[in-house]
């Protein structure tokens, strides 16, 4: 199994990890149907994707449209006549104490973005999965695994990802459909300088805190998601702090109020 001719699908695709991904799988001569808000970006990456050897549609696309994903999958199948591939990476992030949020709306708009825009492409692409047995590719976040006060809503759009897609994944296994989750640590895409604070406004974020932090480089992580997708892998970690991923779920089990003094001493320290 190899990229070439391979139709994938890749929400959030005009900067960070879905525009590496894009790169990784274009240059592997991947059919590729990019989505995002920011359509002149957007169409850069595409044209970007054809010079590396892919080819590239770019299609304006909110996911917290449900119309917009319609789209996105309608025009993805008028171009390639088929889906092998979803990945639904489209997601924005907060950094507010949630009793400091002007607005408590912000946390339907992050449900909106990070879990609802993954089960509106779902939904519309899924038809095209079954025919093709193709495979679902959802990037979540170690922040689901580990304890993370001031990013109330954005764990909760993720574990709400989690939980969704182990209902669906026992709901398709006899359609040769298949899922990976994957929980990435911090990557260097500026995500997290792009934090929405207690007004809603794109803020600095944790980006002074990572300062100096070793993290993983978008292309790293494009290799690492582009592999495993390939390899249909039902979840993968990435480390955090030097520890192995994996091990975080059981931290979480047997040592929860350690971690979660971690967690409050890294808000605290984040002056929110
Ligand atoms: N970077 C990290 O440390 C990290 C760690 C773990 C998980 N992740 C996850 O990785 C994914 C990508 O993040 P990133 O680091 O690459 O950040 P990024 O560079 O900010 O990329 C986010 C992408 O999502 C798109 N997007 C945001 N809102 C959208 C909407 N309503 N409709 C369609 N597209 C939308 C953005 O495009 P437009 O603005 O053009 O719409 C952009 O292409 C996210 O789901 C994030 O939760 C990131």
């Known amino acids: 199994m190899s990229y070439h001719r391979h139709v994938s699908i890749i929400t959030g695709a005009s900067s960070g990890i879905g525009e590496a991904l894009a790169y ?39 996911v917290s449209q449900q119309a917009d994903c319609e ?17 639904n990476n ?7 104490r949630f009793a400091s949020l002007k ?19 779902t939904y519309y692409a899924l038809p095209h999965l079954k025919q093709s047995r193709g495979h679902i590719a959802n990037i979540s976040s170690m922040a689901d695994k580990i304890i993370t006060p001031g990013s109330t809503g954005y764990v909760a759009s993720k574990h709400a990802m989690e939980s969704f897609y182990e209902s669906l994944r026992a709901e398709i296994a006899d359609d040769g459909v298949t899922i990976t989750m994957f929980y990435l640590g911090f990557i260097d895409t500026g995500f997290a300088g792009r934090m929405l604070d207690a007004e809603g406004k794109a803020s600095g974020g944790i980006s002074q805190q990572l300062a100096g932090t070793k993290q993983m480089s978008p292309a ?20 955090v702090s030097g520890l192995p ?28």
């Open 24 to 62: 990784e799988l274009a240059g592997q001569g991947a059919y590729l149907a990019l989505g995002a808000r920011r359509i002149d970006q957007l169409e850069t990456v595409a044209a970007k994707c054809r010079t590396l050897g892919g080819k590239a549609i770019a299609v304006a696309c909110d």
């Open 71 to 87: 789209r996105l999958v309608g025009q993805t199948v008028a171009e390639y006549g088929r889906v092998d591939t979803l990945v």
């Open 90 to 96: 489209a997601g924005i992030t907060m950094w507010s």
């Open 103 to 121: 607005d408590p709306a912000l946390i339907d708009q992050i449900m909106q973005v990070n879990f609802l825009g993954a089960v509106y492409c």
């Open 220 to 239: 790293d992580s494009a290799r690492l998601i582009a592999t495993a997708t390939l390899a249909r892998r039902r979840t993968v970690y990435t480390p």
């Open 245 to 272: 991923g994996w091990l975080f779920p059981w931290l979480k089990l047997l040592a929860p109020r350690w971690l979660e003094r971690i967690g409050k001493r890294f808000m605290d320290e984040g002056g929110i």
